[in-house]
């Protein structure tokens, strides 16, 4: 009997950090994720609103107003729009092609971050950047716009 109790100690002792790893695995997965929706949803946003707006002036409220309060919730990923302008810069861009709107949003993995720097040597080879989103909207009014990229 006495013996029983000892060997569940051990079994546990062997179990507990398997366990812990799988948890704080989850949770950073789940603060990837919420990210990645986050900043999905806010492209798509900008991209939508930017499609109706008539020149460049309005297009940069529209980002202005959509990135605003934008947070991401984990450290993993690095994302700074320039909030105050709404000016294209590496994090997102806002440009015509044709008749469309394309709204390009990057949140390459931040190397302050652990988790970051692991995601980046570990990940596979197309993971390698980061968030990539890429939104493509078609611009109803295109022929009487006057705004340029």
């Known amino acids: 009997m006495r013996f029983q109790k000892a060997q569940a100690?051990?079994?546990f002792a062997f179990v507990l950090p398997l366990f812990l790893l799988l948890m704080v695995g989850l949770f950073y997965f789940g603060f990837a994720f919420a990210?990645?929706?986050m900043?999905?949803?806010t492209t798509r946003s900008i991209a939508h609103e930017a499609s109706l707006a008539q020149d460049t002036a309005a297009r940069q409220t529209i980002v202005k107003n959509n990135i605003k309060d934008v947070k991401l919730i984990?450290?993993?990923?690095?994302?700074?729009?320039?909030?105050e302008s709404g000016g294209n810069n590496q994090y997102l861009e806002v440009k015509n092609e044709n008749n469309?709107?394309?709204?390009?949003?990057?949140?390459?993995?931040?190397t302050n971050s652990y988790?970051?720097?692991l995601m980046r040597n570990f990940g596979s080879s197309s993971a390698l950047k980061g968030i990539n989103i890429k939104y493509t909207m078609?611009?109803?009014n295109s022929g009487s716009?006057?705004?340029?990229?």
Request: glycine letters at 8%.
């Open 9 to 11: 100690i051990v079994e």
């Open 35 to 37: 990210d990645y929706l």
């Open 39 to 41: 900043l999905s949803n």
């Open 74 to 83: 984990s450290d993993i990923f690095k994302w700074e729009p320039d909030r």
């Open 100 to 110: 469309d709107v394309v709204v390009t949003t990057n949140a390459p993995y931040n």
């Open 115 to 117: 988790f970051g720097r």
């Open 138 to 140: 078609y611009r109803p």
């Open 145 to 149: 716009s006057s705004g340029g990229s």
